[in-house]
Nanobody
Framework: QLQPVESGGGLVQAGGSLRLSCAASGRTFSNYAMGWFRQASGKEREFVAAISRSAARVYYADSVKGRFTISRDDAKNTMYLQMNSLKPEDTAVYYC?????????????????WGQGTQVTVSS
């Protein structure tokens, strides 16, 4: 199975930036579409962004469009989420996930493997 591990979370002031990484091991990373989800305290997990195999297509939730950028480096078995202009409402645990299909979904049950999450806290 694929084993994703997130890193790069932390505490940042509103308007600041963070870059999350998701390093995967276990299976051929390039065979998976990848996604980022987040879960704020007391709320359901929600879709943030996704990237297809070979990075041919990217998808964003409306709430992060124009501020977040998803990318992947198959040579490094790693996916990234560059987060700019962060807002307090972006505070959440961020998860990366792998989808064995060619085109990734936006629902968490469509994903096959999940990381443990990394905390992002944006102070006002």
């Amino acid at each position: 199975q694929l084993q994703p591990v997130e890193s790069g979370g932390g505490l940042v002031q509103a308007g600041g930036s963070l870059r999350l990484s998701c390093a995967a091991s276990g299976r051929t990373f390039s065979n998976y579409a990848m996604g980022w989800f987040r879960q704020a305290s007391g709320k359901e997990r929600e879709f943030v962004a996704a990237i297809s195999r070979s990075a041919a297509r990217v998808y964003y939730a409306d709430s992060v469009k124009g501020r977040f950028t998803i990318s992947r480096d198959d040579a490094k078995n790693t996916m990234y989420l560059q987060m700019n202009s962060l807002k307090p409402e972006d505070t959440a645990v961020y998860y990366c996930a792998a989808d064995r299909r060619l085109v990734p979904g936006s629902l968490d049950h469509e994903y096959d493997y999940w990381g443990q999450g990394t905390q992002v806290t944006v102070s006002s």
